[in-house]
């Protein structure tokens, strides 16, 4: 089955920039997804198709891709930007939606 | 404001059935596809279940398929998830989403806004 693979944790400090990358073969031709979740709460969507941030979602979150890559960007990190962070896409066929193993990100 | 309310999660015995409903608000309900998607205790987010805006498409993920099923009442403004033959993995929290795509066929896409869940124990 088709899997997307992320970094178990990414660390930073406060007004740094953090980067979280997901890696899958069939992410050039399908649209990448980011969620934030924090502790006991749904997740919410930060990125859409690759790289359009939704309304009410700050500007210092942004998204880009390359080849089999994505990455989402966190400039200028808050206290409040830890949290778990899943990237989503779907197989190349579309009809299987799939998550990759989720990103910790520790604000120090 | 789009809101998605899930109900029905419980204690249940290996083996067992439940049903999980969707109660949805603040949108055209009958225009969108609709999700379930799980996470069981301290693990990660895993894709359960799709469904068309007119039921004409659904897709399963591997793990339930022949064991789960989505389905939808539009008139009702509700989205539900027939879970039989329960298991041990299957116990997770059990979110409800809108694909806020508005296509016939519900491929790709994502989620948003979710629910905030419903838990789902499998336990004898």
């Known amino acids: 089955s088709y899997e997307l693979t992320q970094p178990p944790s990414v660390s930073v400090s406060p007004g740094q920039t953090a980067r979280i990358t997901c890696s899958g073969d069939?992410?050039?031709?399908?649209?990448a997804y980011w969620y934030q979740q924090k502790p006991g709460q749904a997740p919410v969507l930060v990125i859409y198709k690759d790289s359009e941030r939704p309304s009410g979602i700050p500007e210092r979150f942004s998204g880009s891709s390359s080849g089999t890559t994505v990455t989402l960007t966190i400039s200028g990190v808050q206290a409040e930007d830890e949290a778990d962070y899943y990237c989503q896409s779907a197989d190349s066929s579309g009809t299987s939606r799939v998550f990759g193993g989720g990103t910790k990100l520790t604000v120090l | 404001e789009v809101q998605l309310v899930e109900s029905g999660g419980g204690l249940v015995k290996p083996g067992g059935s439940l049903r999980l409903s969707c109660a949805a608000s603040?949108?055209?309900?009958?225009?969108?596809?609709m999700n379930w998607v799980r996470q069981a205790p301290g693990k990660g987010l895993e894709w359960v279940s799709s469904?068309?805006?007119?039921?004409?498409?659904?897709y399963y993920a591997d793990s339930v398929k022949g064991r789960f099923t989505i389905s939808r009442d539009n008139a009702k403004n509700s989205l539900y998830l027939q879970m039989n033959s329960l298991r041990a993995e299957d116990t997770a929290v059990y979110y409800c989403a809108r694909d806020p795509n508005i296509v016939v066929v519900p491929k790709g896409g994502w989620f948003d806004p979710w629910g905030q869940g419903t838990l789902v124990t499998v336990s004898s």
């Open positions: 469904i068309s805006s007119s039921s004409s498409y659904i």
């Open positions: 603040g949108f055209t309900f009958s225009s969108y596809s």
């Open positions: 069939a992410l050039p031709k399908q649209y």
